[in-house]
């Protein structure tokens, strides 16, 4: 079975100081992994995906993301945090026989000004 | 890119009572749908796999006569919430495979209050 843990269950940054969001995954499959952000009271937005193409991840907003199946890594980048950036993020495993979806469980990003 | 809706956004509704929360797919469709529950505060459960024309599969844990699910359509899954109780207040997600296989669209998601 396919699982995700998110290390990191609340960073706080300074506004325009770097975002390092960890994700540690484990797959019997050759896995699809996502990052996903939930602002308050919000649905889900796709921040990117990795699908075995290019282990480096570009995204929206700045972000990125990269695989790294020998430490069985996705983290999450971002050179210069914004205000806006304050939100849920949550890193997602796809795989195994029924080819769902597995939810970490959530780093909440703080930003101070 | 494809839009998955949810209809309602918000609900309240009294204990006992049963609750239909409904979960399309706009512009594509869509043979496996997916149910998830998030308590505040914290991350998405898969509550069930959604297969049309089929009957649901149903994580570990949650109960199949509760949380009944339907997908009569290839664009409409429906969940009822049956006998609802204040614990099963919630933000409850759908999300919907693009016939691909590839890719999966998550809803907007309807928040249930239960008084």
């Known amino acids: 079975a396919q699982s995700v843990t998110q290390l990191d269950s609340h960073v706080s940054v300074s506004e325009g100081t770097p975002v390092l969001l960890r994700c540690n995954y484990s797959s019997s499959y050759s896995p699809s992994l996502f990052w996903y952000v939930q602002h308050p009271n919000k649905g889900l937005q796709l921040l990117l995906k990795?699908?075995?193409?290019?282990?480096l991840v570009k995204g929206i907003n700045g972000f990125e993301a990269e695989f790294k199946k020998s430490e069985t890594s996705f983290h999450l980048t971002k050179p210069s945090a914004h205000m806006s950036d304050a939100a849920e993020y949550f890193c997602v495993v796809r795989g195994g026989n029924n080819n769902d979806m597995r939810f970490g469980a959530g780093t909440r990003l703080t930003v101070k000004p | 890119g494809a839009v998955v809706s949810q209809h309602p956004s918000r609900v309240i509704c009294k204990s006992g009572t049963s609750v239909k929360i409904e979960c399309r797919s706009l512009d594509f469709q869509a043979t496996t749908m997916f149910w998830y529950r998030q308590f505040p505060k914290q991350s998405l459960m898969l509550m069930a796999t959604?297969?049309?024309?089929?009957?649901?599969?149903?994580e570990q844990g949650v109960e199949k006569d509760k949380f009944l699910i339907n997908h009569a359509s290839l664009t409409l899954s429906t969940l009822t919430v049956t006998s609802a109780h204040p614990e099963d207040s919630s933000f409850y997600i759908c999300s919907a495979r693009d016939p691909g296989g590839l890719e999966q669209y998550f809803g907007p998601g309807t928040r249930l209050t239960v008084t």
């Open positions: 990795y699908t075995s193409a290019a282990t």
């Open positions: 959604s297969n049309e024309g089929s009957k649901a599969t149903y």
